[in-house]
């Protein structure tokens, strides 16, 4: 299957710092993007949807101005989280799929902020 | 919309023992279906999916999963696990409209004891 890169796989910040998660597709380009999260023992919930080129669609629920997403390339989506606070902390999760394709997930990244 | 509902939280079993994971899903247009498998602090792994064909659909490690539309059911089975398949579970959905964009049910924690 196609593989999707994740950076990092953990980050810690301090509280009011701004972390930035990196998802790439290696080897297929990534018409459409998606973020999850996921809290221990819980879930995956979709945050939002990004298509290259355009702005991410948000979920219900989700802040769009704390959590910026970019996707400014087929093979880059970027997810911001702003003045991170600790119910921030949590593990995040991206997916990306080609035209025509299954979505792949990315390994995770643990945030956890202090 | 769709929605996905796995009815046990966590299922105990013994080793060489067979299992079944059960999920249900809700949707009004069409799906496909997907299991995934989560080990500790690592992303998701496709299991397996059914997209169309054959309504039974089988994964290389021996767990299989069958379709049933009437139902509306897509329950995860093994006649003989192993320690290693201890790991959370997670059925989902995606809308053949918007494939990638999945929906995911609450999880499953399958605890294989030896």
């Known amino acids: 299957g196609a593989v999707v890169s994740q950076h990092p796989s953990w980050v810690i910040c301090k509280s009011g710092t701004s972390v930035k998660i990196e998802c790439r597709s290696l080897d297929f380009q990534a018409t459409t993007m998606f973020w999850y999260r996921q809290f221990p023992k819980q879930s995956l919930m979709l945050m939002a949807t990004s298509n290259e080129g355009s702005k991410a669609t948000y979920e219900q629920g989700v802040e769009k101005d704390k959590f910026l997403i970019n996707h400014a390339s087929l093979t880059l989506s970027t997810l911001t989280v702003t003045s991170a606070h600790p119910e921030d902390s949590s593990f995040y999760i991206c997916s990306a799929r080609g035209l025509n394709t299954e979505a792949f997930f990315g390994q995770g990244t643990r945030l956890t902020v202090v | 919309a769709q929605s996905v509902t796995q009815l046990d939280s966590q299922v105990p079993v013994f080793e060489e023992a067979p299992v079944e994971l059960r999920c249900n899903y809700s949707s009004s247009v069409s799906v496909y279906l997907f299991w995934y498998v989560q080990y500790p602090n690592q992303g998701l792994q496709l299991l397996l999916k059914?997209?169309?064909?054959?309504?039974l659909v089988e994964s290389i490690n021996g767990f299989e999963a069958e379709f049933n539309k009437s139902q509306t059911s897509f329950h995860l089975r093994k006649p003989s696990v192993h320690i290693s398949d201890t790991a959370e579970y997670f059925c989902?959905?995606?809308?053949?409209?918007?494939?990638?964009?999945?929906?995911f049910g609450q999880g499953t924690t399958l605890q294989v004891k030896p």
């Open positions: 989902a959905v995606s809308a053949f409209s918007n494939t990638g964009k999945l929906i």
């Open positions: 059914y997209l169309s064909g054959s309504t």
